[in-house]
């Protein structure tokens, strides 16, 4: 029972990671490259991915921020003060449609996992009013 507890903390961990990775890659969407006289003077934002795998034999989640690959993609906009000599402008590879997934994804699995924790509290509250 316990060790569900800790199996439904490690998931609140993984989505809370989750939702302030996407948070994170949402407020740096138009994070750009700037070119100035030829020379690249800063690299755009690079948007992160979360990795989750089963941590054994325990049971529970573990998270990992991995760059995203391919980090940019490359925008034609000459008018652009961003803009290189060709006229192309670099922005984070991030779709807006795909944050607002992973957002939704990770509430319910925080929702899940609080459930999960909510369920082996009463169980275990049982079990000791059980056996007193």
């Given at each position: 029972?316990?060790?569900?507890?800790?199996?439904?903390?490690?998931?609140?961990?993984?989505?809370?990671t989750r939702m302030a990775n996407s948070a994170n890659n949402v407020a740096n969407v138009q994070s750009t490259s700037k070119t100035v006289n030829g020379e690249k003077i800063n690299e755009p934002?690079?948007?992160?991915?979360?990795?989750?795998?089963?941590l054994e034999p325990t049971g529970g989640v573990r998270t990992e921020l991995v760059d995203r690959d391919p980090a940019t993609v490359k925008v034609y906009q000459p008018g652009s003060s961003a803009a290189d000599a060709d006229g192309v402008v670099e922005y984070p590879n991030v779709s807006l449609d795909e944050?607002?997934?992973?957002?939704?994804?990770?509430?319910?699995d925080y929702k899940a996992n609080l459930?999960?924790?909510?369920?082996?509290?009463?169980?275990?509250?049982?079990?000791?009013?059980?056996?007193?």
């Open positions: 029972m316990i060790n569900s507890i800790n199996i439904g903390l490690t998931g609140l961990h993984a989505a809370s934002y690079t948007p992160r991915d979360v990795h989750q795998s089963a944050e607002v997934v992973q957002q939704k994804v990770a509430s319910y459930k999960t924790i909510e369920t082996a509290d009463e169980m275990l509250q049982n079990l000791l009013d059980i056996t007193s």
